[in-house]
């Protein structure tokens, strides 16, 4: 199956300092989201974005498809950042999404 | 905004027993389906289902089954629980919709620890 692999695996910032998380996947999506995971485990979407550009606030996210990674934006990081950033993808019209192993993300005040 | 519910936030059950976890969404949702988050190893697929009475392995299903028999609830049993299927389940639900996206919504997840 597809492989999906993150990094960082762990990120430490002080608050108000800018990130770039990194996802490559190992073939071609049709598919890709990132989500965020607090502190208390609930897994929010961020992004679908299987390629180009969206931003949402501080967070924006670009996927380039033909070289098979995608990058996520964190800038001027708030503590309520932390938590764990994955990456999750489809090949072709599957339905159910592959995830990465995260990155830990902890912003410190 | 789409909810997806599952029914307890923390189980404390014993080697051998029978476990249920449940799940319930609000939207209508042809697709649903059940993670385990473990340590280091992210999110694994157990199964998922795409339709009400259809289900589909993902990578991990052994030890588990599933059941869908209305459309809005999906349901994970682990017949005879065995400690090492102590984890993070968490239970999510998509649509194509218009954009065809099948965006996934979680629930807040099931805490289950197996002594």
């Known amino acids: 199956g597809i492989q999906v692999e993150q990094s960082p695996p762990d990120l430490i910032l002080q608050e108000g300092a800018n990130s770039t998380l990194r996802c490559n996947f190992s073939d071609s999506v049709n598919n890709l989201q990132w989500f965020h995971q607090n502190p208390w485990g609930q897994l929010i979407n961020l992004f679908y974005i299987p390629s180009g550009t969206k931003q949402n606030g501080r967070l924006s996210a670009t996927t380039v498809a033909t070289e098979r990674y995608s990058l996520l934006y964190i800038s001027s990081s708030q503590t309520t950042d932390s938590g764990v950033y994955f990456c999750?993808?489809?090949?072709?019209?599957?339905?159910?999404?592959?995830f990465g192993s995260g990155t830990q993300l902890t912003v410190l005040p | 905004d789409v909810k997806v519910t599952q029914s307890s936030r923390y189980l404390v059950k014993r080697t051998g027993e029978k476990v249920f976890l449940e799940c319930v969404q609000d939207?209508?949702?042809?697709?649903m389906f059940w993670y385990r988050q473990d340590p280091g190893l992210g999110l694994r697929l157990i199964y998922f289902s795409y339709d009400v009475k259809m289900k589909e392995k993902g990578d991990i299903p052994e030890g588990y089954s599933v059941s869908r028999e209305k459309k809005e609830r999906f349901s994970l049993i682990l017949e005879s629980a065995s400690t090492n299927q102590t984890s993070m389940y968490l239970c999510a639900s998509s649509s194509p919709g218009r954009t065809g996206a099948n965006v996934l919504t979680f629930g807040a997840g099931s805490r289950l620890t197996v002594l």
């Open positions: 939207m209508d949702h042809e697709n």
């Open positions: 999750a993808v489809a090949p072709g019209s599957a339905r159910q999404l592959t």
